[in-house]
């Protein structure tokens, strides 16, 4: 029996905000710094990934870094209230992808390529149909006007301008 299994599974499919997670990791001081957004969307459609973020649901551990990131010396929420990405290209080899496309944060548009694993779609056990995703992108923030930075005594930066983005999916198919 052969199985044929393609790039990405077809017809629309969308994410379960309940079990996805899209956030962020980067280099800060001594340590790793990490935060996470509550309103994310994703979908495929068509072969072709698009997701966001709201820059207003961000959280991490501290109501007064919150407000920070979302100024305009980090996102700036205001005028720039979504993070945006949008697939051109998708590769599989078993259950790895690399996907292509262009990522949009605080209004500046750059290429991006995501890697990461792909699932096979399951049933799930209230009737559906669902896969997952876990993505993984290097981005140099400063690429996007996010240039923020506080030096060390050293004269070294606090925060490193690479920042990994990462998502963990699951897609739920729609009918």
Partial sequence: ???DIQVVPAGTWSIDKVHSTIGFAVDYMAG????????????????V?????????IQVNDPNLAGHLQAP?????????ELRFESSDIRRDGDRLTIDGE???KGHTEPVQITGVISDPIND???GERFGLKLEA???????????NNPLPSGEPALSNEVTLVADLQLSKQA
Avoid at 73 to 81: C, I, L, T, V, Y
């Fill in 73 to 81: 010396d980090f996102f700036d929420a205001e005028r720039h209230p």
């Fill in 49 to 57: 990934v698009r997701g966001s973020a709201k820059v207003s649901s």
């Fill in 138 to 148: 290097k981005v140099d923030r400063t690429k996007f006007g996010v240039d923020w």
């Fill in 125 to 127: 056990p209230y009737g």
């Fill in 103 to 105: 990522i949009e944060i």
């Fill in 32 to 47: 790793t710094f990490q935060g996470s957004f509550g309103d994310v969307d994703a979908e495929l459609n068509d072969g």
């Fill in 1 to 3: 029996m052969s199985v």
